[in-house]
């Protein structure tokens, strides 16, 4: 398999008081296959994954699957755990509910010290669901795990039959060049880092995983095409704004701001759990304006149209 596309990295739906609302899956499988996505990638870090309890995570698997179908959306479900007894418990049953694929980060506590211990923690998770392509998923400003990708891809695939390549969220572009070498066309190593994803596909990246997909598709697939055709300078235009973008959503907290964002589009995925923050009303607001300022109208999604009687919630 290849994710030489936009996949967007989908929030975690919670109601006011914090608690799990899948309902509300439904809402952002349906708005995101309205602007054009093909694959999302749940409970992951922009799904709050280590917030999540592993009930809540198979609740989430569940809803994906039956809106994901509905939608026509491919679903990769990330099953990173601490605890990797919870990871095989989240592997098999995303094998059962066939998705398209499966990712884990590093243990982030107690954390593996070397290569073959990493090795060793994703294969006993892939082995949990033998018919489903297995990505690692490499983001060392979170987990602290720091180990060569390049030489993961040569000794992996002897103890990880399924291995499909690496989500590449580390902005070291010399690591992710040396890893593309090594891949070849066997392994796919999409990118993760969305302020850099210009810098990605000079370097060698076919598609992208993301969480500003969620509300910017148009602006990515934009980018990706002034660079295809070799207009660089608009490529780098369009990269100055999503960085000026992401840099005024971080400026309230980048998860809770964010998901505040998705509820004035229309798709009301509550607030971050803790230890996270969320904005003010006033602080949304201004928001919305600095991203028109930005040109959202052209490049920003879709809103999700509200249905008789259903309340949005900013």
Known sequence: MKLHELVVATHSPFHADGSLAAEIVPIQAGFLATNGIKTVFITGSTGE???VTCTEKLLLYDAWAAAGSASGLNVIAHVGSNCLEESKILARRADELGFRAISALA???????????LIECCASIAAEAPRTPFYYYDIPVLTGVTLPMERFLLDAPARIPT????????????SYRRSLDVAANR????WGVDEMLLAGLATGAR???GSTYNWAPRLYLDLIAAFSRGDLAEARRLQSVSIAMIDAIAATGFLGT??????????????????????SVAQVDALMERLLELGFEQWGAKPQPAKPGELIHA
């Open 187 to 190: 392994f796919d190593l999409p």
């Open 107 to 117: 243990p982030s506590y107690y954390k593996p010290g070397s290569l073959a211990a």
């Open 49 to 51: 994954s280590h917030s």
């Open 258 to 279: 964010a998901k505040a964002l998705m509820a004035r589009l229309g798709v009301p995925v509550g607030p971050a759990r803790l230890p996270l923050g969320n904005p």
């Open 163 to 174: 291995l499909a390549g690496i989500k590449f969220t580390n902005p070291d572009l010399v």
């Open 207 to 209: 598609g992208g995983v």
